[in-house]
């Protein structure tokens, strides 16, 4: 438990160099708090503060003025990497270049860190291109690999981006790749290389293991899509596909977008729409691609009369039928299940072994008759206001 007084006194046992924590008091005052703490630290008006103290605080200052102009320098110099401007693509190789180098997405997102507040964060000293490789030195990744999903794991970089990265930081290898234009070729096809060349042992193993991990996987996110048989049918009704929940969610959604009912909103937005849409945006904005690159949302969209589970690999195949069974009023015995359009029969085979993995959607096909229209009719009549005894003289018209 501190004395009083020990509160201004520092670590190296001198007067803090903190001004807020300390006030001056007359002697009278101060003859007065002996009495009852004599034991607490005594400092005079002139007492010097801590050197120690100072010369950190001072070095401190120091530091963080020489990270200011680090940061001011190294954005100056690769002011398109930071703000994401003019990248390089796979798919469509850029003319001018037949090279372009690899460097982790972790590296990237570490310096801008240390660009947007470089007096809180670490600069970054170490490209760490070894978390590309495998132990023996070779690349991880396939010119086609990179193109179908696996380039979310590195940053593409022009020649003078790197030679700026090469004389900033500390490179511990060098990865590249090459675009080779096929001379005796006539339609113009490229050959592309990596360098260093990728190691086929280890990119077995890291897929092995990728599926491995699609295997075994607990509290997973799966879709549940309930299709008919008579396509006539269920565009016919397309509410009796889906819950009136749903209904009504979607509903309200389409009312939402239509500004609602109030004139005076929709006049207010129905210039907003005309402008978005005559910049090429379009309303929903998870299906929008804009030119330049950017890359469609990967987030799943929900369709009518289907349904998210949350499962795991290692249960079976009978106890999905009944998650389903509560989810969608089927009884399992009535269920018939495909993924991807193979069917899913055998319940006691588990999610993982029948090839669910996570984000995957099963198709459900019902054993039940399809409503006719007369039922149909009966389901909209439901709805319809009670007319009572209209057209009767019970009403006194």
């Known amino acids: 438990m501190k004395t009083f007084n020990e509160d201004i006194v520092c670590s190296h046992g001198g007067l803090s160099i903190l001004e807020t924590e300390r006030k001056l008091v007359s002697t009278e005052v101060w003859t007065k708090l002996r009495k009852y ?31 200011k102009m680090m940061a001011l320098d190294q954005k100056s110099q690769l002011l398109n990497l930071f703000h994401e401007k003019n990248r390089p693509t796979l798919t469509k190789w850029p003319q001018g270049t037949d090279v372009l180098y690899v460097v982790p997405l972790f590296f990237v997102d570490e310096w801008k860190k240390f660009i947007r507040r470089p007096t809180k964060s670490s600069p970054v000293s170490n490209v760490g291109n070894t978390l590309l490789l495998c132990p023996h030195g070779g690349f991880m990744f396939t010119y086609e ?62 897929l092995f293991q990728q599926q491995r991990d699609l295997r075994e996987y607990t509290q997973a996110t799966i879709y549940i899509r309930k299709v008919l048989e008579d396509k006539g049918m269920k565009d016919a009704a397309p509410e009796l596909n889906a819950s009136s929940s749903e209904a009504e969610e979607e509903r309200e959604e389409h009312h939402k977008l239509d500004g609602g009912t109030d004139p005076d909103f929709s006049q207010l937005q129905d210039n907003a729409k005309r402008l978005k849409l005559s910049d090429g945006a379009a309303l929903f904005v998870t299906n929008v691609t804009k030119p330049g690159g950017i890359r469609r949302s990967t987030r799943h969209r929900k369709l009518r009369g289907e349904k998210a589970l949350i499962v795991s690999a290692n249960q079976t195949l009978k106890e999905l039928k009944i998650q389903i069974m509560h989810a969608f009023s089927v009884a399992p015995f009535d269920q018939n299940l495909s993924i991807n359009g193979k069917g899913l029969t055998d319940d006691s085979a588990t999610l993982g072994n029948l090839g669910v993995i996570p984000e995957s959607i099963i198709c459900l096909k019902a054993d039940e008759p399809i409503a006719d229209y007369a039922a149909m009719d009966d389901a909209y009549q439901v709805r319809v206001p009670e007319e009572g005894f209209k057209g009767t003289g019970l009403l006194g018209h």
């Open 37 to 67: 703490f004599p034991k607490s630290p005594k400092f005079s008006q002139n007492q010097e503060l801590c050197h120690q103290c100072l010369t950190l605080e001072q070095e401190d200052k120091d530091n963080e003025a020489v990270s």
């Open 145 to 206: 690999s990179l193109i179908n999903g696996e380039a979310q794991h590195v940053t593409l970089l022009w020649p003078d981006e790197w030679e700026v990265i090469s004389r900033l930081f500390i490179v511990d290898h060098s990865i590249s790749i090459h675009c080779l234009k096929q001379s005796t070729s006539n339609d113009g096809s490229s050959q592309f290389t990596t360098q260093p060349e990728l190691c086929w042992e280890c990119r077995e193993s890291f």
